[in-house]
């Protein structure tokens, strides 16, 4: 059972949910979520967006999302955020297409336009509102073919992280954190969430501002509602863009984004803007926006708080297992850091602190590093469904703030499996009489059982993670 991603749920994009890994669907142009931004600037070439799911809030955040491992989600490809979506951290290609260009438009957009107009005015927009937001607007068929192109692509978990959490991130984190001290303790009072990680959200989505994406949200929104594959979706997103104009908070020309619908500072949906996004600055508008990020950054925290936000608390810390540790225990039960400690669970640094229920993350398996994640984690997870983007919230923020590297490094060259080799490792465990609780390319808890039961039959440690490797000791 796939869970319900919620981008998946509020998108409808169940289609294209990758479901492992790091599999993520190209991305939209601005973030970095993975999406393709254009290679250079503030962050190098590295640049990508992580995705950030603004929009769900309505969806609880689902543990065994389409992933890999039970209980550990890689990544959502669709997200609400607007984006900041799966693409995560990819890197943009040097020839990434510049946005959209209007053409001439074609009559079934216009017969579409006449009919949202009326839907629109049932629903409180006005006629002058709707025609001044749609003076400009245009069908973009770039807009189509970006939306028909996304395919799931991997890399490795060592690869998304280094992006995510690169020197130059980290350093102009800390450049950005130091100059606008004061911004992010204004935040941090209002919100009670730390600045540190609204920071690294601000990184990670659009490379602290620097990627915000250049399409008209307008035009674009109205080609993806007209083109119908989710059309009630992008109507709703329209609909949110028609009260921002109708409202005064912005308006058609100022506001672009990436091409999926994602953006400002910290790459919010509309819908996503119209529950949580504030007017920071004092001026009655809620301008995400403008080239000021204050009332973007307050939104981000603002939808953390709002999705339970513990103040003064940590997300999770990174830990060392002992030898001969049980990996059945990782990444499923939520136990408190006392029974942890009893099973020989140690920090790499400081102590082991209690912050109530914890579980035991292991995104590459017994090579890579281990964390112990608390209820902070999981709100993350409500801005992008991916244990990778909300664990690379936590480390980037903390190392913003300060704090040194992983003390246990991510395993080389350990990408993630692409939905038909996890189905293939699904028919081979079968075939050698491993019960995986059916062939459906999700690995679960009975695939996971099963994959732990052919490594002990191997003579490997039983992490239930699925390897490249091991789906090469498969094939044999
Ligand atoms: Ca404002």
Redesign the pocket.
Known sequence: MRAVFKAAALLAITTSLPGAGIALARAPETSLRPLSRPAGAATGSTAAALVPAVAAAATPATRDAGVVVPGVTLAVDSSLRPQLRPQRLGTAPANAAPQAQPVANDPGFEAWKRGFRGRAMAQGITGATFDRAFRGARFMPDVIAKDRNQSEFTKSIRDYMEGAVSDTRVRNGRREYSQQSALFSRIERSYGVSGRYIAAIWGLETAYGSYRGTTPLISSMATLAYEGRRGSFYEAQLIALLKVVQHGDSTPENMQGSWAGASGHTQFMPTSYLSYAV?????????IW?EDP??SLASSANYLARHGWKSGQPWGQEVVLPQGFDYSQANGPEKMPSAWARLGVRPARGELRDYGQARLLLLAGAEGPAFLVYHNFDVIKRYNNADTYALAVGILGDRIAGAGDLTRPWPQGERMLKRAERIEMQQLLTRRGYDTGGVDGILGGRSTAAIRAYQRSIGSVPDGHPSVALLTRLRR
């Open positions: 007017d920071f600055t004092g001026d009655g508008r809620r301008d403008a204050s009332d």
